[in-house]
Each structure stands twice: as structure tokens, then as C-alpha cells.
């Protein structure tokens, strides 16, 4: 259509139903409106976003991951990653908050049983924050290293370790842990999970991190000291661990590519209408070709890039599993990108892009940790090197 950006034409044709995109029209709304104008406080002052957390609560945003038979309002994934995009551009914070919620309790959905899912997803759907607890000190990329350990005791299961980088860690009603059944030997065959509830007598919060960006996303250190929980409460079987834990990431992969993707079209968008009103040598700086070069490419790699996102999206909407290497390919350039659209951004906007009262700042500062969890960039480039070699 005449007047349309080329990012523009690709938003609209996300492959969503009306009724998804009347909820991302919602999400849209709502982001440029209370989210992005809370955005600098929070960052500023570190408070956890609790006012974004209720307004996400009213806009039922939890009940599109949940089935109907459970309480929740079920819309396609290719949903979800397009109000993490939106949610994300506004405040990317408050789109780690929200998409660590789908992050701790797909596996839940995918493996729990009927009893498990009955107790806790229509609390999910209702608005309780979830967190996904796998880092250890000695435990990020590569997680046959954790030391936590399950011991079982009767009809409980007894938790001692403890957890490191937890995002909602000191807020969250439910915490997905994963840990190593002590009864198995073998690292890998060992590990196993688990849902542990808020309040449960052993489990210690232990401080908070201070971070260089996302800095209203609390990002917790929790120990487990002879935490016991029911039997009832371990996901699938002991052992069955890793196999959950690579189902889940395939999933959470694409959504740190849409967290990622959200914070770079947001300093995309700000550093084109900056280069448009500000001007040098009587021209606005936009005109200069060197500028034209500059935002060609980065257009050109978005693009490609969110492309990619509502593809593999798409795929994992259909139930497509084995989409292990096509999520690493996404999560790593989308990332990426995210840093070189955001440093870019502080660039064209000179002085000011390095001064906080412009949000390309905060975005430069956000957008660092997407090339580092759900396995740093070096460990995704691996991955994918790694799919071609020849057996």
C-alpha cells in the first residue's frame, strides 16, 4: 500500500487470525501508551514492574499460553511472539517478566499431567509469575554441570543446591527447577524436574543482581536447603530432564528472538525519526549517503530476521519438533542484530544517543543480555557449525 514502510507491509501479514490481531492491537496500544512511558523509571529505579504486570494481567496475556480445559483462552504461538515483539519494544523488561511465565510453564503444559495441570495452570491463566531455574555457578551453557540435587524421601521430594541468574526468582508464585535425581549416576541421565510453589519452607531467596540494562526484571540467587516438596509435583519421570529442558528451549529460543527483535525495531524506529528532524550542513542527515548505507543494511537484516521469526513461529505452531538448529539460527541473529541496531542508533544520534533522556541509550544497555542466556551466541554458533558435520 502507498505510504507503507517495507516493516509495515510485514506486520501486516503476521499470520494471525482476527482474533489475534485485535489482541495484538491491544498489546500495540497498551505498549506505547502505560508501558513505554513507565519504561525509564523502572529502569531508572530497579522497582520490579508491578503496575505493567497488572496491566498485562487485565489484557489476559497469561491465557493464551493455557487450554481452555484449564482456565486459559489458548491463541497460536506466532501470537505470543508478536506481543512479545510489541511488549518488549516498550519496556523490555516487562517482556522478560511476561515471557518467563511461558518460558518455566510450557514444559508443565507439554509433559504435566492432568492433576499437575489442574492445580497450577488456572492460577498461570489468572496471573501468577512463573520462573525457569537451570543456571548454577558452575552451570549456564552447559547444564549436565548443575549440582543441585533431588533426593526422594517417601511420598517428597527433598531439594538442596542452589540457582543463580533467576529471572523473577524473588517474585514468582511458581518455580520450575531442575536438578539431578540422586539415585542416577550418569550426569545427563540424572537430571530431572520439578514445580516448587512460593512459600515453601527451605527455599531462600538470597539477593538480587545489579545489572547493566533490563534493570526492572529481577534477576535472582536462590538457595535450596532440604526443600521438600510432593512426589506429585516432579514433571514426567526421574531423568526425564534434559529431554524436557531441550523441548522447552526450542520454544523459548524464538521468544528471546522476539524479545530481541522488539528492543532493535524500537531503536530502529527512534533513530529514523531522529536522522529525519535533526540536521547538519543545512541538510537533515538522513540525506547524507553514507547515513542511506548505514540504514539500508540494517533494514535489510531486520527484515530477513523477523521473516525467519514468523517461519520457525509458524513451525512450532504446527507441532514441527525437531527445530532445534533453525531456533538457534534465530535466537543468534536476531540478537545480533539487536546489538548492531541499537549501538548504531546511539551513533546517529551522536551526544544524545549516549544521554539517558533518549531511550536509544537504554535500549544499547537492554539489548547486550539477549546475545548471552537461553546459551550464549559462541554456543549457538556451535550448535549450528557443529549440524553439518558429517557422521
Not at 19 to 31: F, I, K, M, N
Not at 218 to 243: C, E, H, M, W, Y
Request: with cysteine; glycine share 10%; charged share 25%.
Amino acid at each position: 500500500m502507498a505510504g507503507q514502510t517495507i516493516f509495515e507491509r510485514l506486520d501486516a501479514n503476521i499470520p494471525l487470525d482476527d482474533t489475534e490481531r485485535a489482541v495484538l492491537e491491544s498489546v500495540s496500544s497498551a505498549a506505547r501508551g502505560p508501558l513505554m512511558e513507565r519504561a525509564a523509571a523502572y529502569d531508572e529505579s530497579g522497582e520490579f514492574p508491578w503496575e505493567n504486570v497488572q496491566l498485562i494481567n487485565q489484557l489476559g496475556l497469561n491465557a493464551m499460553f493455557v487450554p481452555e480445559e484449564y482456565g486459559g483462552s489458548p491463541l497460536s504461538y506466532t501470537c505470543y511472539l508478536a506481543c512479545v515483539r510489541e511488549i518488549s519494544a516498550a519496556c523490555a523488561a516487562t517482556g522478560i517478566v511476561w515471557a518467563t511465565n511461558f518460558h518455566a510453564m510450557k514444559p508443565v503444559i507439554d509433559f504435566g499431567t492432568d492433576d499437575q495441570k489442574r492445580r497450577i495452570l488456572p492460577r498461570l491463566a489468572e496471573g501468577a509469575l512463573a520462573s525457569l531455574a537451570i543456571t548454577e555457578p558452575n552451570a549456564g551453557s552447559d547444564a549436565t554441570g548443575m549440582t543441585t540435587r533431588f533426593r526422594e524421601d517417601g511420598d517428597e521430594i527433598v531439594i538442596d543446591g542452589g540457582k543463580i541468574f533467576i529471572t523473577n526468582g524473588d517474585v514468582a508464585d511458581f518455580y520450575l527447577v531442575f536438578g539431578k535425581w540422586d539415585a542416577i549416576e550418569n550426569p545427563k541421565a540424572a537430571i530431572s524436574v520439578l514445580v516448587l510453589e512460593k512459600g515453601t519452607p527451605g527455599l531462600e531467596v538470597l539477593g538480587k543482581e545489579r545489572k547493566m540494562g533490563t534493570n526492572a526484571s529481577s534477576t535472582a540467587q536462590l538457595a535450596f536447603d532440604g526443600a521438600r516438596v510432593p512426589r506429585a509435583n516432579l514433571i514426567g519421570a526421574p531423568g526425564d530432564g534434559l529431554k524436557i529442558l531441550f523441548s522447552s528451549l526450542n520454544k523459548s529460543r524464538p521468544s528471546i528472538a522476539a524479545h530481541a527483535l522488539g528492543i532493535a525495531r524500537a531503536a530502529f524506529d527512534d533513530a529514523v525519526a531522529y536522522i529525519n528532524e535533526r540536521q547538519q550542513s543545512g541538510r537533515k542527515i538522513i540525506e547524507f549517503q553514507g547515513v542511506q548505507f548505514m540504514l539500508a543494511d540494517l533494514a535489510a537484516e531486520l527484515l530477513m530476521c523477523e521473516s525467519w521469526l514468523w517461519q520457525v513461529g509458524q513451525q512450532i505452531g504446527a507441532g514441527v519438533n525437531d527445530i532445534g538448529i533453525e531456533a538457534s539460527v534465530l535466537k543468534m541473529r536476531a540478537s545480533d542484530i539487536a546489538m548492531r541496531v541499537t549501538t548504531d542508533a546511539v551513533q546517529l544520534l551522536g551526544g544524545y544517543g549516549y544521554c539517558k533522556e533518549h531511550r536509544v541509550e537504554r535500549l544499547m544497555r537492554d539489548a547486550k543480555i539477549t546475545q548471552i542466556w537461553e546459551g550464549t551466541n559462541q554456543v549457538h554458533r556451535q550448535l549450528i557449525g557443529r549440524s553439518f558435520l558429517q557422521k
